[in-house]
């Protein structure tokens, strides 16, 4: 087959590539250990081309999402206003000069005091992850993208209405590396119970978290929670306090959240599976490749595609 | 004049020796870096001796309180279920083996789920910092501990009835320095406004920490915030989230919590009162060398003392 569209999926750490056929399938896969912390300024062309396997085509377009938009990767892909959907996107793709890349912009949105969120990469996902008649949906549904800054995004008849970040996992991997509650996490094991257990303390709006998060230090120490539980009691207390706040956050929008679906690495999404279902909220998950299939959709859309 | 009492403050990094005469005025004072995270198990005696200036007095009692009565220190002390005043914790107090030394236990109170909370230290602390008159006033009052582990302290009638910790201290600290926030906030400066948008911005109970904490690295991104008030904001964001917490507490438990007392570091109870202020809450400062009276009123109540 041949390659229509070279996709690039280029975060902060890594970047991964793929090539797609016209109809969009994946045709080959190929990722590097070059995200955008990771090469100096200067250094994106080569970077491409190592991460490409040697060369960088010059006869087939490329599309690439993620932090290499932002002002520390190659050529910053200013944020577009929310809502948006694949015809804004697309419309608004920023070409790297002398190649034939062009890089999706990440969406900005604003609450109600004006406090503006923002993400990278997300909306080509949370596009991707749409199943091909969802994105006509006129109903509106949540996406949740669970990762080091946790995304909750509205979606509407195929444009991402706004969305709201939660710090998550970039907390737990603070507080397991470098805090007191860490120390004691240290025995790791996986303890379903203190997982839901932790889900269920920091649901309730009641809960507050800077004041939960102490009582995975006074369970053990008080017999009531065993040592090997305390990372994944932490893990659920982090995770109770999201999907409670989100609840909220979705109720002021006047929207029901009674189902979300859930785009990430299989593992993590499976943990936030079992953490909606004690909030009461069912969850899907999204369409696989979710990136690989939003790139290619806002290619598409763009008109970059030559075959 | 005559040392009546050896009052020992000792804690997880630190340690502090106070020389008081009968009535409790503080003759000598002494601090050393053998906190107990720093002693090794058996190497107490020499610690103790080294703090003292060489030798271990055997005509003087003396008192401790902190982690020294933690698992991790000298002999545990165990824990004294709340409420608890000057009565309940004075006869409870923990000889050391062949020394002189008696060491105060920390307090345990379990909130309506049956989660503990502890504090070890803070108790002698909260004793200390009543004015002379207001152990025996009828009145609840609230006092507040800023620190690593913030801890609030409902006190009726010279006992402490319950308190809750906050973990705020920890957290800005984990925040600062290892989070991708504490990289946009490396360039340090005073900015009391960015603070108090902070503590504004989540004090309400439609607040959510995990989400407000990303607002430090959108504002600066967007142009909303001068990055040398990050810190100032982060520190904000926690603070407001303590007092919102604490407040909902207080409400809980049918206190008004409209003043506080604040027990600890200068610099940081100014920065607490100026978050109270802005939750409505009026603050006064506590009696200055808290632990040090706190130790002695406990000694003169348990009756060890003999001068």
Known sequence: MTVALIAIDWGTSAAR???????????????????????????????????LGGAVPSDIPMIACGMIGSRQGWVEAPYRECPAGFAAIASALTPVPGTRLRIVPGLICRDADGVPDVMRGEETQILGALEDDASGRAAPHVVVLPGTHSKWALVEAGRIEAFATFMTGE??????????????????GRDDGAFERGVAASLPQAAALTHDLFSAR????????ALEGVG????????????????????????????????????????????????????????????????????RQSGILTR
């Open 17 to 51: 590539a793929y090539s797609l056929d016209a109809r969009g399938a994946i045709l080959d896969e190929r990722s590097a250990a070059l995200g955008v912390q990771k090469v100096d300024p200067g250094e994106f062309p080569s970077a491409l081309a190592t991460l």
């Open 171 to 188: 907390l737990y991997a603070l507080l397991r590396e470098h805090s007191i509650l860490g120390r004691l996490a240290a025995r790791d």
């Open 218 to 225: 006074t369970l053990p120490l008080t017999g009531g929670l």
């Open 232 to 299: 994944d009691y932490l893990s659920g207390l982090l995770l109770g306090a999201e999907i409670g706040a989100a609840r909220r956050w979705l109720q002021r929008r006047t929207v029901k959240g009674d189902s979300v679906i859930l785009v990430g690495e299989a593992a993590l999404c499976e943990r936030y599976r079992r953490a909606l279902a004690l909030a009461g909220i069912e969850s899907t998950t999204g369409a696989a490749a979710a990136a690989a299939r939003g790139l290619w959709r806002i290619a």
